[in-house]
Structures are given as structure tokens and as C-alpha cells.
């Protein structure tokens, strides 16, 4: 065995995972950054990966690092079953352009992506819902689907990535951020809460009850790090929206998901110095991909003044730190920072990815302070 036993090439990552989220690794920190955008764009564009990663799998990449991996993988063992009356199709418009349609019995929603030269992601040409008899639609897909457990994708995603990281899943996102990212965008789903808010709650309620049923669920499985994919940013979710709908959905989900026994962060990779105050009202374990400046729009010591002791630092690297447009001396100032001031509440990450032009070595610069940090205790 090369190295100390406390260094991450040599430990049993998805262990220390657990430990640190369920506060039994007595102060030892875990390091899981994310590099699925530096992947993603690099094999999209064809071009060669660095070595030694050039032909690896992405959990062969991750040992290569010496670090461990959040292993979101797993989403695919919960699904949505839907009622017998609802079918999903698609239109092939064009080359370029494809048309997905649901029809329910209280009508038809249609949604247009187009393929672009410059992702794997599809961008949005027409959204899902324009009108309020497009939200009722949603609201009988809401209340007319279930939920089922994939086994079988459970036991690959375990087998293909071992114990790099916990098995952990991120739900669906909760109403508000649900109309801006999913189906609405944000411009009309502004004005949709203003011109038809009723028909708009009833959807809520709806989908918070489709949400609950998923809970139900989850916390029959094997699966118990769970997180909140909500992307909330304070310049689209102002305070008052947080605390009329995102607030008491939080609380709910989170009384819910902890009588199952599970530890629940949710996913604030905006600006969030608005939202910062209600870290500790919304019965959360933790906070993922909050962004420090100089990225983000918050210190690392703000950051540290919301959450306390109590609520778990999940990520806190700005991504662009791993980038050499900054010196590295910056990256490592700022990881020595964050490992001083939430020890103890920690799962260091990037906040959100290491951007298709970082460094991947500086992810191991990161991995040696780390590496060194829990050697240190142990000594202790």
C-alpha cells in the first residue's frame, strides 16, 4: 500500500462518506469534486483526454485523481410511473430540432429542443408550459404518476463504481425552481404566479404530493444521501417566493426524508447572499455548490456565519480557482480556509465543477491537503 492509510487511495470512500455526512469520522474530511462538465465537453468537442486519463472510465479517472466521487449515477433507480391515460411521444421536426409531446385527458403539452454544435445538452425552442390550461395538464401528470425502484440499475451503478463514494441521488426540483428550469423558464413563470397563481398552486400542491410518494419510496431503499437539484439563485428566487413556496416544501421533504433516516443537503449553486439567512430555517443537514467569491457573491466567512455548526458545507471551492487564469496559491489558500472554518461540517467539493478549461492536476493539489489534514489527526 502506497501512502498513509488515512489517504484517500487507501481508504474505503463510500465509508468515509457516510462517516463524515452522519458525523461519525471524529473530524477527518472527505474530498468529492465533481468533473462532469471538464469530462462531458472535452469528449463532446472529440478531443483527447490529458493523460494518464485518456481512455479511462470515469471511475478509473477518479482513482487516478485519489479522491472520491458523488456518485449521482444512481438517480436512475427511482423513476416516474405514469397513469394509464397519460403518453409521451416524440417529432422529429428537423435535423436539428425535435418536438416531445405528453398527452393527458385534459389536454396536450408540447415542448421543442434544438441541437446545438457546442453540447450534448439540447437547448429549450419552446417550453412546456405557456398557459394555465398548460399547468392544469401538469397538475393530472402530477397527481396521476407514481414511483418505482430500479434494482437492477442499483446494482450496476454499485458494481461499476464500487465504493468511490455513498450512493446518493438528487429529487426532483421543488415548485418554483421546478417552473423555471423544467417547464416554464423564468420570464413566464414570473408572470404565470401573477396572472394565474391559483391554477399555479394547485399544481404546487400536486406536485409536492408526487414528490412525497417518491420520499416514500427512498427511504425503502438502500439509499439514504439525499439531495435537492434545485439550482437556486437569489437574482431569479428573491426572498419572498423562498419563504411563501420553497421554504415550507423544504421543511415538509425534509421531515419526511429524516424519519427515513436519511441526510439531506439541497443544491444553492447561484448567487445566495439573499438566501443565506434561511440556511437553518429549512430543516436541511447541509448546503451544496454555494459559490465563494471570487466567483460567487459571498466570503467564505459569510458563508461559515449562515450555516454555524450545525448545517454541513457541501462543496465551497469556486470553480474558477481550478482554472490558471489564478494562481494556484489562491486554490490553496482558499481549501486550507474552508478546511479551518467547517472541519467538522464538511464534504469538500467544488462549488459547482471544474469548467471544461480547469486544471484537472489541481484537483490533486486539493487531494494532498486533504491527505495531509487527515493524517494530522491521526497523529493526534
Not at 59 to 85: H, M, Q, T, V
Not at 122 to 148: C, H, M, P, Q
Request: proline share 5%; aromatic share 10%.
Amino acid at each position: 500500500m502506497a501512502g498513509r492509510i488515512t489517504d484517500h487511495n487507501n481508504r474505503n470512500l463510500a465509508q468515509l462518506h457516510e462517516d463524515v455526512v452522519f458525523g461519525r469520522a471524529n473530524g477527518q474530511v472527505i474530498w468529492q469534486p465533481r468533473i462532469q462538465c471538464w469530462l462531458t465537453d472535452k469528449q463532446f468537442a472529440g478531443e483527447k483526454l490529458p493523460e494518464p486519463y485518456e481512455g479511462k472510465t470515469k471511475p478509473e479517472i477518479f482513482k487516478e485523481l485519489g479522491c472520491s466521487a458523488r456518485i449521482y449515477e444512481y438517480n436512475g433507480c427511482f423513476y416516474p410511473i405514469d397513469g394509464p391515460n397519460i403518453k409521451r411521444y416524440v417529432n422529429q421536426l428537423s435535423d436539428l430540432l425535435t418536438e416531445h409531446v405528453i398527452e393527458t385527458p385534459v389536454g396536450k403539452v408540447t415542448c421543442v429542443t434544438e441541437k446545438t454544435i457546442s453540447s450534448p445538452h439540447e437547448l429549450r425552442k419552446k417550453w412546456w408550459a405557456e398557459t394555465k390550461e398548460d399547468i392544469k395538464v401538469f397538475t393530472y401528470i402530477a397527481e396521476n404518476s407514481e414511483w418505482g425502484w430500479n434494482e437492477e440499475h442499483f446494482q450496476k451503478t454499485m458494481k461499476e463504481w464500487g465504493n468511490l463514494g455513498a450512493p446518493t441521488v438528487f429529487i426532483p426540483r421543488v415548485n418554483v425552481q421546478h417552473l423555471y428550469i423544467d417547464i416554464m423558464g423564468v420570464e413566464k413563470a414570473v408572470y404565470g404566479l401573477m396572472d394565474y397563481q391559483e391554477e399555479i398552486e394547485t399544481y404546487f400542491k400536486a406536485l409536492g404530493d408526487n414528490h412525497k410518494r417518491m420520499i416514500d419510496v427512498i427511504n425503502q431503499s438502500p439509499i439514504n444521501i439525499i439531495n435537492f437539484g434545485d439550482n437556486l439563485h437569489c437574482g431569479t428566487l428573491p426572498p419572498y417566493y423562498f419563504e411563501k413556496y420553497v421554504q415550507p416544501a423544504y421543511i415538509e421533504r425534509c421531515e419526511q426524508l429524516h424519519a427515513g433516516g436519511n441526510f439531506v443537503y439541497a443544491h444553492w449553486d447561484g448567487d445566495t447572499k439573499a438566501l443565506l439567512p434561511y440556511a437553518k430555517t429549512c430543516g436541511l443537514d447541509g448546503i451544496e455548490a454555494i459559490t465563494p467569491k471570487p466567483q460567487g457573491d459571498v466570503t467564505i466567512e459569510e458563508v461559515k456565519e449562515a450555516l454555524g455548526d450545525d448545517i454541513y458545507l457541501v462543496d465551497g471551492i469556486a470553480a474558477v480557482l481550478f482554472d490558471d487564469i489564478f494562481p494556484e496559491e489562491q486554490l490553496i489558500q482558499q481549501t486550507e480556509e474552508i478546511i479551518k472554518l467547517f472541519k467538522d461540517k464538511l464534504v469538500l467539493g467544488i462549488s459547482d465543477e471544474i469548467s471544461s478549461t480547469g486544471d484537472i492536476e489541481r484537483i490533486k493539489t486539493v487531494g494532498k491537503i486533504v491527505d495531509d489534514y487527515n493524517a494530522s489527526l491521526a497523529v493526534k
